[in-house]
């Protein structure tokens, strides 16, 4: 099976800006969880869509949304891009949830200037 | 609460010794408990992963332990080699079926 897929795979935005990043999960997941991964704060969980519905969220602002399609493909925007969104983006997909065997994308590099 | 903490948070190691890595975990629901393995530059790896109903699972050189009445787990890497060097995170199930990570630990072998 091919692996969870992310794109693009590097951003460069400005500050105020908008983003958006697209996963494409491995064939048959149904889950797929979104992570900020910074080097001082590790994997910040953002939110989990499953189905198209969104099972849970993290303690990120309002800035961040993101939704499911019916091909469990998913994607995550940030508006008003700030400095501190500077990150890799990491979707993890799964047959069922996180509790269960997650496998991750390569990720997207997001700078902010 | 949802704290993973993961210690030490680097270790280096000679090529050919073992390496363990302690996560400790604060959510008593918490019943899966993966390690991930990230090298520099590509994404984390699942290489892997323990349920609460056993205590050791092992695979070729790597093996976690499970201490549920003390709410920790650990890797074990075992005859380390250099490609064994990146970061390994560990996780724990919460609620609502999420994920919760430690902030991870660099794992340097020294050839």
């Known amino acids: 099976k091919a692996g969870v897929t992310q794109t693009p795979r590097y951003l460069i935005k400005t500050r105020g800006q908008q983003v958006t990043l697209s996963c494409s999960p491995i064939?048959?997941?149904?889950?797929v969880s979104w992570y900020q991964q910074t080097p001082g704060q590790g994997l910040q969980f953002l939110f989990e869509y499953f189905s198209e519905t969104q099972r849970n969220k993290g303690n990120f602002p309002g800035r961040f949304s993101g939704r499911q399609f019916s091909n469990s493909r998913s994607e995550m925007n940030v508006s008003t891009l700030e400095l501190g969104d500077s990150a890799l983006y990491l979707c993890?997909?799964?047959?069922?949830?996180?509790?269960?065997?997650?496998?991750f994308g390569p990720g997207t590099r997001l700078t902010v200037t | 609460g949802e704290n993973v903490e993961q210690h030490p948070s680097t270790l280096s190691v000679q090529e050919g010794d073992s390496a363990v890595i302690k996560c400790t975990y604060s959510?008593?629901?918490?019943?899966?408990f993966p390690w991930y393995k990230q090298e520099l530059g590509k994404r984390p790896q699942l290489i892997i992963d323990i349920r609460s109903n056993v205590g050791e699972k092992k695979d070729q050189r790597i093996a976690v332990t499970l201490n549920k009445t003390a709410k920790h787990f650990s890797l074990h890497i075992t005859e380390t080699q250099p490609e064994d060097s990146a970061v390994y995170f560990c996780a724990a199930s919460i609620r609502n079926n999420r994920l919760a990570f430690g902030k991870g630990n660099q794992v340097v072998v020294i050839p």
């Open positions: 993890a997909s799964s047959s069922t949830g996180p509790g269960y065997e997650q496998y």
């Open positions: 064939s048959g997941h149904r889950s």
């Open positions: 959510d008593s629901a918490s019943n899966y």
